[in-house]
């Protein structure tokens, strides 16, 4: 599967942001799919990850309550909704996807199979 993400950009503190990651070549709907960021001199970690039927979701303990993810089988597309943007929130987004997944949700960028290209999130104070 290929994933193309988009949507990032320049926002200020306690903006909104959406990002999305288009899914081709694959059965979308069978992948567990997750969000991860990255910042400059970080490693690369989880942000939130939601399970082929899109029921169930997890996320990394500082955005609970800001950040949504969601998907849309139907247009193979992967969502997510970024409220309340902080500065510590700037990095780079990737989408990813896994395959024969064990786990309804995964944590670790080391489950995940298809990444894409990334996204750049920045929010200035």
């Known amino acids: 599967v290929q994933l193309q993400a988009c949507g990032g950009g320049l926002v200020q503190a306690g903006e909104s942001l959406r990002l999305s990651c288009a899914a081709s070549g694959g059965i979308f709907s069978t992948y567990v799919m997750g969000w991860f960021r990255q910042a400059p001199g970080t490693e690369r970690e989880f942000v939130a990850g939601?399970?082929?039927?899109?029921?169930?979701?997890d996320y990394e303990d500082s955005v609970k309550g800001r950040l949504v993810v969601s998907r849309d089988n139907a247009k193979n597309t992967l969502y997510l909704q970024m409220n309340s943007l902080k500065p510590e929130d700037t990095a780079v987004y990737f989408c990813a996807a896994a395959s024969n997944a064990r786990a309804p949700v995964l944590l670790s960028w080391t489950s995940y199979h298809y990444w894409g290209q990334g996204t750049l999130v920045t929010v200035s104070s």
């Open positions: 939601i399970n082929r039927s899109g029921v169930r979701k």
